[in-house]
């Protein structure tokens, strides 16, 4: 399984079989160059522009947008229904968590999560190989958050997302360095990472991508 980051909160995913998941595709307009990319699965976590800009991908695509499973093209995924906000949605609406699961291996995409999780929703994920974690705060989780999450969860390893940078280059968002600052992580100099269900163990806990 091949995992890359697009940027933003845009990952690929392609699997053994050469089929490729697309999660929340953004717009342009955000910062981020035009995401070059074709997918057969599309998922989006909830219906804002920097997460569901699927304008300019190829057509021939599977949308998943409401949470409903899919089980096809070797992929399983299903959603957890969770907030934007602390409000319970009152600020920014309904947020999906989408669990993805191929070639023995569970990824789950937090979207723009904005609350610590429930034990409910921390059952509904399961056990989960590789965490997607929004740290930016403002629209999401903080990074303080999102350490607390990521201990909840204890995903394998996790890789932090929704982060200011050189392209996104809001003032409301936090940068990577207030995340890296309370966990060991390790800045890989590449946007991606490859592995199977055994090589997992060999990868660090946390891992910082390099947009390319």
């Known amino acids: 399984m091949k995992l890359t980051w697009l940027g933003h909160a845009c990952y690929q995913i392609e699997n053994e079989q050469g089929n490729i998941l697309l999660i929340d595709p953004y717009d342009p307009q955000l910062g981020y160059p035009k995401i070059q990319a074709k997918a057969d699965i599309v998922t989006t976590s909830h219906g804002h522009y920097d997460h569901n800009y699927t304008e300019d991908l190829p057509e021939g695509f599977v949308l998943l947008d409401d949470g409903q499973p899919y089980h096809g093209l070797g992929f399983d995924v299903y959603g957890v229904a969770s907030f934007h906000d602390d409000a319970e949605g009152a600020k920014r609406g309904a947020n999906w968590i989408y669990v993805i699961e191929t070639d023995g291996l569970r990824i ?105």
């Open 108 to 212: 789950v995409h937090l979207g723009d999560l904005g609350h610590a999780l429930s034990a409910k929703q921390l059952t509904q994920l399961g056990r989960v190989d590789i965490l997607l974690l929004p740290i930016g705060g403002f629209y999401t989780i903080d990074a303080n958050q999102a350490v607390d999450v990521m201990r909840a969860i204890r995903a394998r390893v996790t890789i932090p997302m929704h982060y200011r940078n050189r392209w996104w280059t809001s003032e409301n968002i936090l940068p990577i360095e207030a995340f890296t600052s309370l966990v060991e992580s390790k800045q890989l100099p590449t946007n991606g990472i490859t592995c199977t269900h055994e090589t997992i163990t060999d990868l660090p806990d946390v891992i910082v991508l390099e947009y390319q």
